[in-house]
């Protein structure tokens, strides 16, 4: 806190934030720096999506895989299906972990069977990543483009 001229207390823009203690504010700004960056490359904060199951399943498809170098990331979230009617899952989302199973580093088989055999409320969670399923389309697409 500041005085006036007066001798009363004034608070200041900066005691308000943090006491006083500039080493607190550089390290406030050098995490917000951090994760404006991150954000402006494409890397989020993980969340957590929970999904209800019916009968028609989920309403999105994933790709990648350990098989292909790659994690599990949702490719297609189809029109008024449960996802999207959701609204919070979205393309290019990489899935972290299903109903708290980690699928990091998992062969897309096992994620695919998990999503559906679970039952009910599924939860995920998963972090918004597009460039990372945008350069995995790109190397499925040269290899395809291979093929005769």
């Known amino acids: 806190m500041a005085a006036e001229a007066d001798g009363k207390p004034r608070l200041t823009l900066e005691s308000d934030i943090n006491t006083g203690n500039e080493e607190i504010t550089a390290q406030a700004t050098a995490k917000a720096t951090v994760a404006a960056f991150a954000a402006s490359e494409g890397h989020a904060h993980p969340r957590v999506v929970e999904l209800s199951k019916g009968e ?3 309403g999105f498809n994933v790709m990648g895989g350990k098989e292909q170098n790659s994690q599990i990331y949702v490719s297609r979230i ?24 980690s699928v990091e580093d998992e062969f897309h088989e096992k994620a695919v069977n998990m999503l559906k055999n679970a039952q ?3 939860s995920m969670v998963v972090k918004y990543a597009p460039k990372f399923l945008e350069d ?13």
């Open 56 to 58: 028609e399943g989920l």
């Open 78 to 101: 189809i029109p008024s299906g449960v996802a999207d009617r959701d609204g919070r899952l979205q393309r290019g989302d990489q899935i972290l972990s299903i109903n708290g199973a």
């Open 120 to 122: 009910g409320k599924i």
């Open 136 to 148: 995995m389309e790109q190397r499925f697409d040269k290899r395809a483009s291979r093929r005769p």
